[in-house]
């Protein structure tokens, strides 16, 4: 199996910097890509950015592009996701999550990272 831990998380102000990590171990050659979701309260889950595991394709949300960017420590297989200029809206349980080759599903089961925004 695949485990997935995330980190990073906390409160700041709005304009503020984060940067969330996502350290991953176990089988980690089956996974095909690794994506960052969040959930904020009351909303449902949404996608915010994907990076392809043995690969430099990356994808981020249109809400999110001009100020979150994703890295990859290959070394330490860990994922990180910058956020810049953070905004309220952001606030949401950050969680990351692995898609297996041959699969069309992302697999959950960190316990996610709190993101506070405060305007």
């Known amino acids: 199996q695949v485990q997935v831990v995330e980190s990073g998380g906390g409160l700041v102000q709005a304009g503020d910097s984060l940067r969330l990590s996502c350290a991953v171990s176990g089988r980690t050659w089956i996974i095909q890509s690794l994506g960052w979701f969040r959930q904020a309260l009351g909303k449902e889950r949404e996608s915010v950015a994907a990076?392809?595991?043995?690969?430099?394709?990356?994808w981020l949300a249109d809400s999110v592009k001009s100020r979150f960017a994703l890295s990859r420590d290959n070394a330490k297989n860990t994922v990180h996701l910058q956020m810049n200029n953070l905004k309220a809206e952001d606030t949401a349980v950050y969680y990351c999550a692995y898609k297996a080759r041959g699969t069309d599903t992302y697999n959950f089961g960190g316990q996610g990272t709190q993101v506070t925004v405060s305007s």
């Open positions: 990076i392809a595991w043995g690969g430099p394709a990356t």
